[in-house]
């Protein structure tokens, strides 16, 4: 069955270095997504993809981040100078163009000294 | 801009008993998700609710849909351990590429 694949599983770094967070979507699927976890807190929205640019993006997704999908299947999430904030579990999703449904990767757990 | 809530946000049972998980959400909503999270894992899909009125069973859970009243309910019959996780429900606005607003989730223990 397919799945959503992220990379690393636990990244650690830094404060002011950057990250690269890696996913690979569905291989069909078109809309891609990231959210994240702070730990014991909910899920939250951090910016969607489609046809090779940004849909829409939360107040979170700020100029320290962006989002890129530089082959035909790897999208990955930048964050170009890290905090202490930024650490959380970083989930990325797809969706295919005919479904509804997002289907959500393992998450990378990001921990920022 | 859209509101998620649910209550409990902590629920600690028996097991055989049962109980009912909450989830209100602010505006219309086109979508609605159910989740279920285990300790440091990923979010496993239970249900997906696509109209007023929808109920969805799977063995011990049983969800439903009022958008009318903006609450989906996450019913838990007969409840045993390997139950005990934290649930989210999540809300859908369909859009180009239409996000979820996730709820503060329901940490649910189920003890012996």
């Known amino acids: 069955e397919p799945e959503v694949t992220q990379t690393p599983s636990h990244q650690v770094t830094q404060m002011g270095q950057e990250v690269i967070l890696r996913c690979v979507p569905i291989?069909?699927?078109?809309?891609f997504y990231w959210y994240r976890q702070i730990l014991g807190q909910k899920v939250e929205f951090l910016v969607s993809?489609?046809?090779?640019?940004?849909?829409?993006k939360s107040e979170i997704f700020d100029d320290q981040f962006s989002v890129e999908r530089p082959d035909g299947s790897n999208f990955t999430l930048k964050i170009r100078s890290t905090k202490l904030e930024d650490s959380a579990m970083y989930f990325c999703?797809?969706?295919?163009?005919?479904?509804?449904?997002?289907?959500f990767g393992p998450g990378t757990r990001l921990t920022v000294l | 801009e859209l509101k998620v809530e649910q209550n409990p946000l902590f629920l600690s049972m028996q097991e055989g008993k049962n109980y009912t998980i909450y989830c209100n959400y602010s505006?219309?909503?086109?979508?609605l998700y159910w989740y279920r999270q285990d300790p440091g894992k990923s979010l496993e899909s239970l249900f997906v609710?696509?109209?007023?009125?929808a109920v969805k069973q799977e063995g011990r859970l049983m969800a439903s849909l009022d958008t009318k009243a903006r609450l989906s309910t996450l019913h838990i019959t007969a409840a045993v351990h390997d139950l005990s996780a934290t649930y989210f429900c999540?809300?859908?606005?369909?859009?180009?590429?239409?996000?979820?607003?996730f709820g503060t989730g329901t940490r649910l223990q189920v003890t012996l």
């Open positions: 999703a797809s969706k295919g163009l005919a479904g509804y449904e997002q289907f």
């Open positions: 291989s069909n699927h078109l809309y």
């Open positions: 993809f489609y046809n090779n640019e940004i849909s829409e």
């Open positions: 505006t219309t909503s086109d979508r």
């Open positions: 609710l696509l109209s007023n009125g």
């Open positions: 999540a809300v859908e606005i369909i859009g180009t590429a239409s996000k979820l607003t």
